[in-house]
T-cell receptor
């Protein structure tokens, strides 16, 4: 089955720790995205990547880092510099427009809680 | 001004009625427009995409795009209680570099409740 897999589904972090959220896709999509969602809010863009070894900051990149070493993978690290990391994190991927359309599809999300 | 704005809601409609959801966007060069449905605690699910001016129908859903007014809407006909969810408008905008790849930006969402 093709799709986007995020792991873990639930993650607990102690204050001062870095944690890494995994996102893997087997849809052969070039573009990948990370979003954060707080209760009752829309999705805010953290980072996005159009192609391997390239990524751009979104609207709320401070305290986060990413890498894109493989087309299939776009892990997100929540660093200790992120002061309020408790949120629902969503990863998405899409094909570039030249390959048909730019519809983005989401993984099931990771719910991160600071304890 | 926010890049993508949706009518704040919440929106409540009776079963069988038409639900109308609206969205405006700020960047005139935006290329692609999407509507997602999100149930509580779940990830967003794509329900409609639209790329050119006019209407696009898919079952009970109709998306409408007016690029001159920078406006996109979603109509849900014969609304059902199972349509109760948050609806998210998303817009794909090219970079400043002008490539075909884009930045996908979401509105804050509109909560829709369909009551029996």
């Amino acid at each position: 089955d093709g799709g986007i897999t995020q792991s873990p589904k639930y993650l607990f972090r102690k204050e001062g720790q870095n944690v890494t959220l995994s996102c893997e896709q087997n849809l052969n999509h070039d573009a990948m995205y990370w979003y954060r969602q707080d209760p009752g809010q829309g999705l805010r863009l953290i980072y996005y990547s159009q192609i391997v070894n390239d990524f751009q900051k979104g609207d709320i990149a401070e305290g986060y880092s990413v890498s894109r070493e493989k087309k299939e993978s776009f892990p997100l690290t929540v660093t200790s510099a992120q002061k309020n990391p408790t949120a629902f994190y969503l990863c998405a991927s899409s094909k570039p427009r030249g390959q048909g359309n730019t519809e983005a599809f989401f993984g099931q999300g990771t719910r991160l809680t600071v304890v | 001004q926010k890049e993508v704005e949706q009518n704040s809601g919440p929106l409540s409609v009776p079963e069988g009625a038409i639900a109308s959801l609206n969205c405006t966007y700020s960047d005139r060069v935006s290329q692609s427009f999407f509507w997602y449905r999100q149930y509580s605690g779940k990830s967003p699910e794509l329900i409609m995409s639209i790329y050119s001016n006019g209407d696009k129908e898919d079952g009970r859903f109709t998306a409408q795009l007016n690029k001159a007014s920078q406006y996109v809407s979603l109509l849900i006909r014969d609304s059902q209680p199972s349509d109760s969810a948050t609806y998210l408008c998303a817009v794909n905008t090219p970079y400043a570099g002008g490539t075909s790849y884009g930045k996908l930006t979401f509105g804050q969402g509109t909560i829709l409740t369909v009551h029996p």
